[in-house]
């Protein structure tokens, strides 16, 4: 019998994004409250699961032509990035910097690098369960 | 007041999680199994949501709808195994 999953594909247009506004919000909300890169990009890679368990591997690959491990070695650059950039102001590896910042929409800013640091792990958590998802699912044969 | 409707309640909870578990172990299909296990997630959700209250804290208020989100992805998942042998197929067939 052929089978169509009309209701979890349609519920799914709808989840994707509630799930995808949770990742984000989790993933700035790390300061302050509990959440931060690591739930947050198992969660927006668990949104993207939703999505291959909906369609299939190959609408995916559409939808997002990225090469997760690509992801993961710029997440690493973040990191690494957001480390050496101390050292080119005389201070040791890894400190942080944090300041008021006036960006021309959002007005007064308090802004912290720690969150680029947050950005590499998001991106490495996100490359990194992907590729194991789709490397494992994806029997190309 | 609240202190011991909200004790009341966790120990419901733990009953009727206590039940599902008897039906997970007892089971005779995979699901009858899994039906269980979706109805524990959403027990557990309760109970976190009641030791909440119980703390006085809202820092578990994110655990709520992660686990909602993750109890939800495990039994389409699962269901999806059962009817079609895969969990990710390749090409749909439209």
């Known amino acids: ?141 | 007041m609240i202190q011991t409707a909200v004790t009341i309640a966790i120990i419901c909870l733990a009953l009727s999680m206590l039940a599902l578990v008897y039906r997970i172990i007892k089971g005779p299909t995979l699901p009858d199994r899994i039906v269980a296990l979706d109805a524990v997630g959403v027990n557990i959700v309760g109970i976190v949501a009641l030791i909440c209250i119980k703390v006085d804290t809202t820092a578990y208020v994110e655990f709520i709808l992660l686990f909602g989100i993750l109890a939800f992805i495990g039994t389409v998942a699962f269901s999806k195994y059962l009817e079609k042998g895969v969990i990710i197929d390749h090409d749909r067939d439209r």
């Not at chain 1, 650059?77 to 102001?89: K, M, N, Q, Y």
């Not at chain 1, 590896?93 to 947050?118: K, M, N, Q, R, S």
């Open chain 1, 1 to 141: 019998m052929k089978t169509s999953n009309v209701i979890l594909q349609s519920m799914t247009k709808v989840l994707l994004f509630l799930i995808m506004i949770f990742s984000i919000y989790i993933f700035f909300a790390g300061h302050y409250t509990p959440g931060g890169g690591f739930v947050g990009g198992l969660l927006t890679s668990g949104a993207i699961l939703l999505l291959l368990l909906a369609y299939d591997l190959q609408t995916v690959r559409n939808i997002l032509p990225v090469n997760f491990l690509y992801m993961v070695a710029v997440g690493l650059v973040f990191a690494i990035g957001t480390g050496a950039g101390s050292l080119i102001f005389n201070k040791p590896f890894l400190t942080h910097a944090f300041g008021d910042l006036h960006v021309p929409i959002l007005g007064e800013l308090h802004l912290h690098t720690a969150t680029l640091f947050d950005l590499g792990v998001y991106l490495v958590v996100v490359g990194v369960t992907m590729s194991i998802i789709q490397t494992i699912g994806g029997d190309d044969e």
